[in-house]
């Protein structure tokens, strides 16, 4: 993550160019980014700049998609997604993380979110993250299956239940009758074999 003056109210803006334009050294400093703010449209943006008005910026910039992802140490120090991008295959993708601190709030550049996402899982090699569920996935294949079908999908987050609380039982016996006889039928044995067998 490239965290860039805390105080600045424009942190979007330069959370934004310091991934397009990333710097050899000094990756901190503003000086390595204030001389691209004028290749980008920011046209409408309040600083600071708040969740709803990064579609104001996807749109006044037409190559570029942005994902804004939270982190909840509270919740097992989840990665949580706030923003997804609405656009498919724009040239260039920004992935921001926003840190908060009571009502101050701070944008930084995710440089490489298998990294970020490396303590959900044990396995310690580089993993393909979907952006919306934030599943790691150990091979290409296995997150290109995947990620068609979780993109219909904005903003998930998989949550497993508490420890002793894990285990699903029935409890309603009071709601039940006695009976002398029982049947439970499988209807797929019922079905008539196919003729190619």
């Not at 993550?1 to 000094?26: G, H, Q, T």
């Amino acid at each position: 993550m490239n965290v860039i003056n805390k105080n600045d109210e424009k942190c979007f803006r330069w959370a934004v160019l310091s991934a397009l334009y990333p710097s050899s050294c000094d990756t901190c400093r503003l000086k390595q980014y204030k001389k691209f703010e004028h290749t980008l449209n920011w046209t409408g943006l309040q600083s600071p700049t708040p969740l709803n008005q990064i579609r104001t910026f996807e749109t006044n910039n037409p190559t570029i998609t942005i994902n804004v992802y939270i982190y909840k140490p509270e919740e097992g120090d989840a990665i949580i997604p706030v923003y997804l991008t609405k656009h498919q295959a724009r040239s260039r993708h920004i992935d921001l993380l926003l840190l908060t601190d009571g009502p101050n709030t701070h944008y930084t550049w995710i440089k490489n979110m298998s990294s970020l996402c490396a303590h959900i899982s044990s396995h310690t090699a580089k993993t393909f993250t979907c952006p919306h569920c934030v599943h790691r996935f150990t091979s290409k294949i296995a997150f290109d299956n995947h990620f068609p079908d979780c993109s219909k999908h904005q903003r998930q987050v998989i949550k497993f239940p508490e420890l002793g609380k894990h285990i699903l039982e029935w409890r309603s016996r009071n709601k039940t009758q006695l009976t002398s006889h029982i049947i439970y039928a499988d209807f797929e044995s019922y079905l008539s074999p196919s003729p190619s067998h």
